[in-house]
């Protein structure tokens, strides 16, 4: 899980399959949002294209019948970073509906953004630290019981067959 402030908010905008072709990292975008209407125009850059639909990564995909030749355009989620400045201006809220145009004339851009190894969070929290603590602590002691006992049968003299807890 992640959290983040709403000052660092961006937006998934879910393009049609058809429109990827010319999407870009580092394209411009504008965008409105419902909420304000026209009179508001937020700014931004693409961050990111999604690495499959919505629907490859659904709990439940969906499952097309055998003759089931009907083709349904599918969407992609492509992340735009906004503007903090503007956002601070006009605060968003999370799950608002956005109207998303980006500039595709640049095309210098990346179609997937370079593969990266796992870097440090941007923003963290000690606030848990204790109890995480505390739970590693009792996790602890359960797996040393458990040892204690499994050593304990491996030393008797009982014909009883014990599984080792690795």
């Avoid at 349904?72 to 109207?99: F, T």
């Amino acid at each position: 899980m992640a959290v983040v402030g709403l000052q660092q908010v961006w937006v998934d905008a879910n393009f049609k399959e058809s429109q990827l072709a010319k999407l870009r990292i580092g394209q411009k975008a504008t965008l409105e949002a419902d909420v304000y209407g026209k009179k508001t125009e937020y700014h931004g850059t693409v961050q990111g294209l999604g690495a499959g639909t919505g629907a490859a990564f659904a709990l439940l995909p969906a499952q097309n019948a055998t003759g089931n030749w009907i083709k349904v355009v599918q969407r992609v989620p492509v992340r735009i970073a906004l503007d903090p400045k503007e956002v601070q201006e006009h605060p968003l809220r999370v799950g608002l509906s956005m109207d998303v145009q980006v500039d595709v004339r640049e095309q210098g851009g990346q179609m997937l953004a370079a593969a990266t190894g796992a870097s440090a969070p941007r923003l963290q929290t000690t606030i848990f630290d204790a109890q995480e603590k505390a739970a590693d602590e009792q996790v602890n002691r359960i797996i040393a019981a458990n040892l204690g006992k499994a050593a304990a049968a491996r030393t008797s003299t009982s014909s009883s067959i014990t599984t080792r807890v690795q």
